[in-house]
C-alpha cells in the first residue's frame, strides 16, 4: 500500500501563486511515477502534470503549460506542484497519484482545494 497526503491548498487571487506538495510512504518503491490532477465543481478529473521518480521525466496538459512546474524530491518520497501565474479557471480540488511502470494510477490522495478568485 502507498499513502499519499497532499498539502498547500488555499485561496489566492488570479495571478497569485501556491506550491502543493504530495507526501508519498509505504511501498513506495513500487512506483513509476507520480501524477497531479484536479477536479472542478461540475466537471470530469483532468490530468495535469506528471513526473518519473527515476529521471525526472516531466509531462503537462497544455492548459498549465508555462505556468506550473511539477518537481520531485526522492530522499523526501514527496512531490511538488509549483502554480504559478494562477487563474480563476484553475479553481478544483487537487489529487496527486501515484503509477506503475504501465502508468496506472493505483493510489491516490484525498486532494486539496485551490480556490483563484478573480
Known amino acids: 500500500q502507498v499513502q499519499l497526503v497532499e498539502s498547500g491548498g488555499g485561496l489566492v487571487q488570479a495571478g497569485g501563486s501556491l506550491r502543493l506538495s504530495c507526501a508519498a510512504s509505504?511501498?513506495?518503491?513500487?512506483?513509476?511515477?507520480m501524477g497531479w490532477f484536479r477536479q472542478a465543481p461540475g466537471k470530469e478529473r483532468e490530468f495535469v502534470a506528471r513526473?518519473?521518480?527515476?529521471?525526472?521525466?516531466?509531462n503537462y496538459a497544455d492548459s498549465v503549460k508555462g505556468r506550473f512546474t511539477i518537481s520531485r524530491d526522492n530522499a523526501k518520497n514527496t512531490v511538488y506542484l509549483q502554480m504559478n501565474s494562477l487563474k480563476p479557471e484553475d479553481t478544483a480540488v487537487y489529487y496527486c497519484a501515484a503509477a506503475n511502470y504501465r502508468w496506472e494510477y493505483d493510489y491516490w490522495g484525498r486532494g486539496t482545494q485551490v480556490t483563484v478568485s478573480s
Open positions: 513526473i518519473t521518480w527515476s529521471v525526472g521525466s516531466t
Open positions: 509505504g511501498r513506495t518503491f513500487s512506483n513509476y511515477a
